[in-house]
């Protein structure tokens, strides 16, 4: 897993609740359920289990692999469009390219980070790049769905490409803990994701054995996903979680805590989590398909938006390599 990692963790910035923070109990836990999208990959959907109240401000996290693709087995999301919303596609292992029909694009992997805003509309692809499809490889990565709130649906469509560099890295305060800062803010430390809506979302790798105790903004929901690895959440009667399953924390108290177990798979050198919260909008939701709005009659506004070529097209490709 190439996400960026320090070579001497110990000399991060440490992050820690204050003294006398209150951590957070555990709501639940869930399994994402399996399903297909694009031209037939296999995702992991981690909200599908919950209710989405918990999830507000965010509509669905899509966990894809990791997976070992053959040669000319990698498959991708051909063109197709968004409106109302965000799509923040974090890579782990592989690459995957982005073009779309405001002028966005590139490829993204080991660690990057591509946030599209999809804003009054847009339409974009996502796949796999050439040498990854002749030559196969491993694959692994997120999509995160940021709803927008009903007076930023309407914003012009933008995109931004955040390598791995460009990422805040923390500590835990024993030092078995990096975290990676994608967007929003932990313990006075930002990440370069420019939002709408206020969110905090990051990526942790906790060793075996160790503990992750990280503030949280009491205004803000909780939220854990395992991408590999198995422990534990919550400090009082903290409940067991592990790869595919989505830990909700309760809305009381001042920081969540995460513990990896002792002993691991062997090919899981540390448990691997993604830590998300951010202000409710609380606002209706109408969803179809690639379009969330607040009624069905801007749904049906986009339907024909769409259909009648108002949300732009993809420019023909160049002869330039897609690599």
Known sequence: MPAV???DPL???RVAPREGSHPRAVAGVADAVVGLEGEGFQVRRAFAGIDLRYADPFLLLDHMGAVEYAPYEAKGAPDHPHRGFETVTYMLDGKIRHRDSNGGGGVISDGATQWMTAGAGIVHSEMPTEDLVVGGGLFHGVQLWVNLPGASKWNPPRYQDISAAKLSLLASEDGGSVLRVIA????GSGGPGSTFTPITYAHASIAPGARLRVP???DFNGLVYVLSGHGSI???DPAPIREGQLGVFDLTGDHLEVRADAAQDSHVPALEVLLLG??????PISWYGPFVMNTR???LQAIEDYQAGRMGSIPAETSEASQ
């Open 297 to 299: 009659e801007e749904i």
């Open 278 to 283: 951010g202000a409710p909008i609380r606002e």
């Open 216 to 218: 949280w903004r009491a």
């Open 11 to 13: 000399a991060l910035p």
């Open 184 to 187: 929003g803010e932990i313990a």
């Open 5 to 7: 990692t320090p070579e």
């Open 234 to 236: 919550g400090a009082v």
